[in-house]
Antibody, heavy 120, light 105 residues
Framework: QLQLQESGPGLVKPSETLSLTCTVSGGSISSTSYYWGWIRQPPGKGLEWIGSLYYSGNTFYNPSLMSRVTISGDTAKTQISLELISVTAADTAVYYC????????????WGRGTLVTVSS | EIVLTQSPGTLSLSPGERATLSCRASQSVSSSYLAWYQQKPGQPPRLLIYGESSRATGIPDRFSGSGSGTDFTLTISRLEPEDFAVYYCQQYGRTFGQGTKVEVK
């Protein structure tokens, strides 16, 4: 059964780079039927789509974060990575990775999420 | 960029009652790309409805979705204790609504 697990530092200093990895176990990240996304949720607030990576290598980002975010994939390691540069306290959130189903553009499988706090 | 507005912000109901949640888009959205998620405290969101009205695997039939254009609705026909949670709509795998909390009255 496919599972997603986010990992990375729980604490990042302001102005530095947030780097997270999503490890996909029990399957491949190369299927053309699926894509991979990152979503975040500040404490006590709603969900915010960060961006998505498709099998073709195409990426789509939230316009509000586009200038600071990069999503990439490593098919050999079955990992999806997120980098967010120049972080501030507003980037403090639980970060989720999720699998998207291409024909409907919805996320059908989610990781448990990892809390990242931006603080000096 | 399409904005999704959910209403009400909070819905206070009793078990057994019917819940009607609204999701309104700032411009027309294909119903094929409208999804609903449920989130409980400390858990990731769970897909409920996709393609506007199709239930995800394992979702009971008391959950139903409807709508078209800019107005979409999630209906829970009879609330069970485990249904009290926050619900989000999403369009095209991108923008989320701000959520509706269904709480016990």
């Amino acid at each position: 059964q496919l599972q997603l697990q986010e990992s990375g530092p729980g604490l990042v200093k302001p102005s530095e780079t947030l780097s997270l990895t999503c490890t996909v176990s029990g399957g491949s990240i190369s299927s053309t039927s699926y894509y991979w996304g990152w979503i975040r949720q500040p404490p006590g607030k709603g969900l915010e789509w960060i961006g998505s990576l498709y099998y073709s290598g195409n990426t789509f980002y939230n316009p509000s974060l586009m200038s600071r975010v990069t999503i990439s994939g490593d098919t050999a390691k079955t990992q999806i990575s997120l980098e967010l540069i120049s972080v501030t306290a507003a980037d403090t959130a639980v970060y989720y990775c999720a699998r998207g189903f291409r024909s409907g553009e919805y996320f059908d499988l989610w990781g448990r999420g990892t809390l990242v706090t931006v603080s000096s | 960029e399409i904005v999704l507005t959910q209403s009400p912000g909070t819905l206070s109901l009793s078990p057994g009652e019917r819940a009607t949640l609204s999701c309104r888009a700032s411009q027309s959205v294909s119903s094929s790309y409208l999804a609903w998620y449920q989130q409980k405290p400390g858990q990731p969101p769970r897909l409920l409805i996709y393609g506007e009205s199709s239930r995800a695997t394992g979702i009971p039939d008391r959950f139903s979705g409807s709508g078209s254009g800019t107005d979409f609705t999630l209906t829970i026909s009879r609330l069970e204790p485990e249904d009290f949670a926050v619900y989000y709509c999403q369009q095209y795998g991108r923008t989320f609504g701000q959520g509706t909390k269904v709480e016990v009255k």
